[in-house]
């Protein structure tokens, strides 16, 4: 017990050392810092997370991703690590495993907005409709201010010919933000044409009843 009390002192010293290199934006001897914590403590979660740090800022995102990795490992609940670990698959193009690792700090984290919202721009990226749709609407509840969320729903409603839902929801999104408008110019007339062709026919039917 008197060791490993020890063993943890130690680590939480180099860790302190560590982070003011790091505040000073000396990485390389944050790094070499961090090594000796890793040998006296090596399941302490702030070495590791420092660790990826340190590796991201000197762009070494292989690395800051093999440090999520162990802190995970260590604090499986962590859901900030499992959101970090996520971005950066996702910049690897590691796509599948970026969206298992947001799912998860999304499991462990249901309130977490960003994570919902980032979510749902990589299904709708992958064309993963439905699954984007659910995630979409679950990031409206939290923030029904989201301008993108919105624009990016009325994508989804659109390719399952839900033009109704479709045009409610991209107004919703040029209301908050007039800009997304541009974006709609190859879908936004045709579409409400179209509804407007269904609602005319569907008068006609009602009244020849």
Same mark, same amino acid.
């Given at each position: 017990?008197?060791?490993?009390?020890?063993?943890?002192?130690?680590?939480?010293?180099?860790?302190?050392?560590?982070?003011?290199?790091?505040?000073?934006?000396?990485?390389?001897?944050?790094?070499?810092?961090?090594?000796?914590?890793? *040998?006296?403590?090596?399941?302490?979660?702030?070495?590791?997370?420092?660790?990826?740090?340190?590796?991201?800022?000197?762009?070494?995102?292989?690395?800051?991703?093999?440090?999520? !990795?162990?802190?995970?490992?260590?604090?499986?609940?962590?859901?900030?690590?499992?959101?970090?670990?996520?971005?950066?698959?996702?910049?690897?193009?590691?796509?599948?495993?970026?969206?298992?690792?947001?799912?998860?700090?999304?499991?462990?984290?249901?309130?977490?907005?960003?994570?919902?919202?980032?979510?749902?721009?990589?299904?709708?990226?992958?064309?993963?409709?439905?699954?984007?749709?659910?995630?979409?609407?679950?990031?409206?509840?939290?923030?029904? !201010?989201?301008?993108?969320?919105?624009?990016?729903?009325?994508?989804?409603?659109?390719?399952?010919?839900?033009?109704?839902?479709?045009?409610? *929801?991209?107004?919703?999104?040029? *209301?908050?933000?007039?800009?997304?408008?541009?974006?709609?110019?190859?879908?936004?007339?045709?579409?409400?044409?179209?509804?407007?062709?269904? !609602?005319?026919? *569907?008068?006609?039917?009602?009244?020849?009843?």
């Amino acid at each position: 017990m008197v060791g490993q009390t020890t063993d943890s002192n130690d680590a939480d010293a180099l860790i302190g050392e560590a982070t003011s290199l790091i505040e000073r934006k000396c990485y390389n001897e944050a790094m070499s810092t961090l090594q000796k914590g890793i *040998s006296v403590d090596p399941n302490n979660p702030k070495v590791w997370e420092n660790m990826a740090i340190c590796n991201l800022e000197l762009g070494k995102p292989k690395l800051a991703l093999q440090a999520l !990795n162990n802190l995970v490992r260590i604090q499986p609940q962590c859901h900030t690590g499992w959101a970090d670990k996520g971005f950066l698959h996702l910049l690897l193009n590691e796509t599948e495993e970026g969206i298992e690792a947001l799912q998860e700090s999304l499991r462990i984290n249901p309130r977490r907005v960003y994570g919902w919202e980032l979510l749902g721009m990589v299904l709708v990226t992958e064309e993963r409709w439905e699954e984007a749709i659910d995630v979409l609407e679950r990031t409206i509840d939290l923030n029904p !201010n989201s301008a993108v969320t919105w624009y990016n729903l009325a994508v989804c409603y659109l390719l399952f010919d839900d033009l109704e839902s479709a045009v409610e *929801s991209a107004e919703v999104a040029f *209301s908050i933000d007039p800009s997304l408008k541009e974006l709609a110019e190859d879908w936004w007339d045709l579409v409400q044409d179209d509804l407007e062709d269904v !609602n005319y026919s *569907s008068m006609i039917e009602s009244s020849a009843s």
